[in-house]
């Protein structure tokens, strides 16, 4: 490990070292690659710079209390500066080991979230749009941009499905882990006994990708205009706005309708539709490589309950973790934090498991 981190450092250098060329400078491509790459390893450096001080400091201590034996003041405090670097190493050798974790190539992307009501009919639905909040307030308090890319909504002020985009830098990443059956345990309005319902919505996470990352062929795209059904305002099922794309090779169908637009539909449906030919290719890719399979937290299935938000107990509970946090009008108000980085610390931790296995 301590070689791959030398190697890492001298890289880091290098790069500082090729971004005060003026040659460099003045190549905006090599520039912004340079800078990516700085990016990217700069945290590693930061650690191991730590790490290195760290351990100097162990060696320059067991040095002094040689040459200090006699003096039993200066021994104590000399020997409390050791058990502090001494409790320090490890946890700087465990953030290392992390940081050293292969990178997941979509995480600094963009994310395009679905949520479709699944059992528990209207009651399903205005859970869905329960959730639509909550994404949209979390992505608030991180300053990311939220933009509808189709909704289908019911008269009640519930949602039959929705596709939205989330726009940050590492916005993938964070979202990744909500992918999955969401249940929720509550008394409808409309229930005058109080009995509490049982429904489900699904939630599915794709990565933005760019044109470059899926070359579509258009011939393999089946494009059909319709009118705007639904909630939307006047302009609904007057023009031909709507498009549904049928991709013809893997049977996929993508449609939106939010716009008024024909054009900014088309392009919002194609955006959808790359992301989830992008998925497709990439669930093949995991199949293939079954150990990577076994080192993710519940990211790969969308059938999979993921997890339980209990109204009456004021709790919600990640069954893949076993994590229950009593909080749930705070989380319902966008503050996933705890959920997301409790996630992917177990994540973490598999993987790392995985590796030293």
């Known amino acids: 490990m301590l ?19 003026p040659a460099v400078i003045s190549n905006q491509e090599k520039y912004v690659a340079l800078m990516k790459e700085l990016n990217d390893i700069s945290q590693i450096v930061k650690v191991y710079r730590e790490y290195a001080e760290a351990l100097k400091g162990i060696d320059d201590v067991y040095l002094m209390l040689k040459e200090n034996s006699d003096d039993p003041d200066f ?6 500066e050791l058990h502090e670097l001494e409790d320090k190493k490890p946890v700087l050798e465990q953030k290392l080991k992390i940081l050293l974790l292969p990178a997941d190539p979509n995480d600094e992307k963009n994310v395009i979230i679905e949520i479709r009501g699944g059992a528990g009919g209207d009651e399903a639905a205005l859970f869905a749009s329960s959730l639509l909040r909550m994404y949209t307030m979390y992505a608030e308090t991180k300053k990311w941009k939220t933009e509808i890319l189709d909704i289908n909504e019911i008269g009640i002020g519930g949602i039959k499905e929705v596709v939205f985009l989330i726009s940050g830098n590492g916005a993938y990443s964070r979202f990744k882990y909500e992918r999955g059956v969401h249940r929720v345990q509550r008394v409808p309005e409309t229930e005058s006994q109080g009995r509490i319902h049982t429904s489900t919505v699904t939630v599915a996470v794709l990565p933005e990708v760019e044109d470059v990352d899926v070359d579509i062929n258009l011939n393999d795209v ?18 031909d706005s709507a498009i549904r794309l049928t991709h013809i090779p893997t049977g996929i169908v993508v449609a939106c309708q939010d716009e008024r637009s024909q054009h900014k539909n088309k392009e919002k449906a194609f955006k959808i539709l790359r992301s989830k030919l992008y998925e497709m290719a990439q669930e093949n890719q995991d199949k293939e490589i079954a150990q990577n399979r076994k080192s993710q937290v ?39 934090d705890d959920l997301m980085d409790a996630l992917i610390t177990e994540d973490q931790a598999r993987k790392l498991s995985n590796q030293n296995g």
């Open 3 to 21: 070689d791959k981190l030398k190697d890492i450092e001298s890289r880091f250098e290098e790069i500082n070292l090729q971004l005060s060329d």
């Open 75 to 80: 021994k104590q405090m000399l020997q409390d």
């Open 222 to 239: 089946q494009v059909d205009t319709y009118r705007s059904s639904g909630a939307g305002g006047q302009h609904v099922n007057k023009t």
């Open 298 to 336: 519940g990211t790969g299935d969308r059938s999979e309950r993921i997890r339980t938000y209990n109204f009456p107990q004021g709790r919600v509970t990640d069954h893949r973790i076993g994590l229950t946090l009593y909080k749930i009008e705070a989380i319902m108000n966008g503050d996933l």
